[in-house]
T-cell receptor, first 113, second 114 residues
Framework: NAGVTQTPKFRVLKTGQSMTLLCAQDMNHEYMYWYRQDPGMGLRLIHYSVGEGTTAKGEVPDGYNVSRLKKQNFLLGLESAAPSQTSVYFC????????????FGPGTRLTVL | AQSVTQLDSQVPVFEEAPVELRCNYSSSVSVYLFWYVQYPNQGLQLLLKYLSGSTLVKGINGFEAEFNKSQTSFHLRKPSVHISDTAEYFCAVSDLRGNNDMRFGAGTRLTVKP
């Protein structure tokens, strides 16, 4: 099992450009999450999904959109990148319920110039 | 919403010494508590979790944590650390209402020196 994978691993964008980050999991998990990690701030939830075709906003959703067309994939989009979106982005998945652990991907390091 | 405070941003320690990483939480309802570890250039992985029952929880790699409800704390301990324990450690909390809102602390960077 590959677990949770993320594509790409690194990306540099110019302000105003758009991009999509792909997350895939092979554990048949219902729940998937997108976080951003910034120095001194831990992980903050951007958006999450509790099943195929569903998405919901997390703590810091502005400037991002998501889609969950297939159970195993969760896409994070930036329509018009800003320097404030420079961060490391992590995808995670879980069986759901607050007592289940989340399984994390290796991260995508995004720089917006 | 619940929140987590990790009291130390960096903890340097010598190899084979004991270590304690401190975590306090705030919530108006009962919570589940987690410790995750992040090795350099990797994602997070679960060390241990407290759901209910015994307040002393044992995890992987010799780590343990103690839930203290009156102090609203969930400190992580290891009696003897190794160089390989050098990593960033995150405390996290989710509440029993199941609103998919796990909150993470800012992290503690543990550096084990020879």
């Amino acid at each position: 099992n590959a677990g949770v994978t993320q594509t790409p691993k690194f990306r540099v964008l110019k302000t105003g450009q758009s991009m999509t980050l792909l997350c895939a999991q092979d554990m048949n998990h219902e729940y998937m999450y997108w976080y951003r990690q910034d120095p001194g701030m831990g992980l903050r939830l951007i958006h999450y999904s509790v099943g195929e075709g569903t998405t919901a906003k997390g703590e810091v959703p502005d400037g991002y959109n998501v889609s969950r067309l297939k159970k195993q994939n969760f896409l994070l989009g930036l329509e018009s990148a800003a320097p404030s979106q420079t961060s490391v982005y992590f995808c995670a998945s879980s069986l759901g319920q607050p007592y289940n652990e989340q399984f994390f991907g290796p991260g995508t390091r995004l720089t917006v110039l | 919403a619940q929140s987590v405070t990790q009291l130390d941003s960096q903890v340097p320690v010598f190899e084979e010494a004991p270590v304690e990483l401190r975590c306090n939480y705030s919530s108006s309802v009962s919570v589940y508590l987690f410790w995750y570890v992040q090795y350099p250039n990797q994602g997070l992985q679960l060390l241990l979790k407290y759901l209910s029952g015994s307040t002393l929880v044992k995890g992987i790699n010799g780590f343990e944590a103690e839930f203290n409800k009156s102090q609203t704390s969930f400190h992580l301990r290891k009696p003897s650390v190794h160089i390989s324990d050098t990593a960033e450690y995150f405390c996290a909390v989710s509440d029993l209402r199941g609103n998919n809102d796990m909150r993470f602390g800012a992290g503690t960077r543990l550096t084990v020196k020879p």
